[in-house]
């Protein structure tokens, strides 16, 4: 069964900055699209960034512009997501996501294959 794995989370103080990354188990990553995702407590998951197959298309949720920046190595089978100038309202668990078809979108529902997540505290 495919199987993506989060990690990088953690606890950091407001203005800060966290590396989440992103490995699949047992499948590659070069021929998806994926994007990451966060929970907060009491709210629904949202779009946070996507980046196409071959890295040549990215999206950001408005909130998070400027700030966080999506990145994949396909040759490590790897992707990134670098977050700077982390504010409390990023508190979060975020999660990745993958979709073969389609695009690099930011809506929970076009993707197929889910992480367990990570979490992210900003907090002084």
């Known amino acids: 069964q495919l199987q993506l794995v989060e990690s990088g989370g953690g606890l950091v103080q407001p203005g800060g900055s966290l590396r989440l990354a992103c490995t699949a188990l047992?499948?590659?990553?070069?021929?998806?699209?994926i994007g990451w995702f966060r929970q907060a407590p009491g709210k629904e998951r949202e779009g946070v960034s996507c980046?196409?197959?071959?890295?040549?298309?990215?999206n950001y949720a408005d909130s998070v512009k400027g700030r966080f920046t999506i990145s994949r190595d396909n040759a490590k089978n790897m992707v990134f997501l670098q977050m700077n100038s982390l504010k409390p309202e990023d508190t979060a668990v975020y999660y990745c996501?993958?979709?073969?078809?389609?695009?690099?979108?930011?809506?929970?529902?076009?993707?197929?294959?889910w992480g367990r997540g990570t979490q992210v505290t900003v907090s002084s």
């Open positions: 047992r499948f590659t990553l070069d021929y998806y699209h």
């Open positions: 980046i196409s197959i071959r890295g040549g298309s990215t």
């Open positions: 996501a993958a979709v073969r078809m389609g695009y690099c979108s930011l809506k929970v529902d076009e993707y197929n294959y």
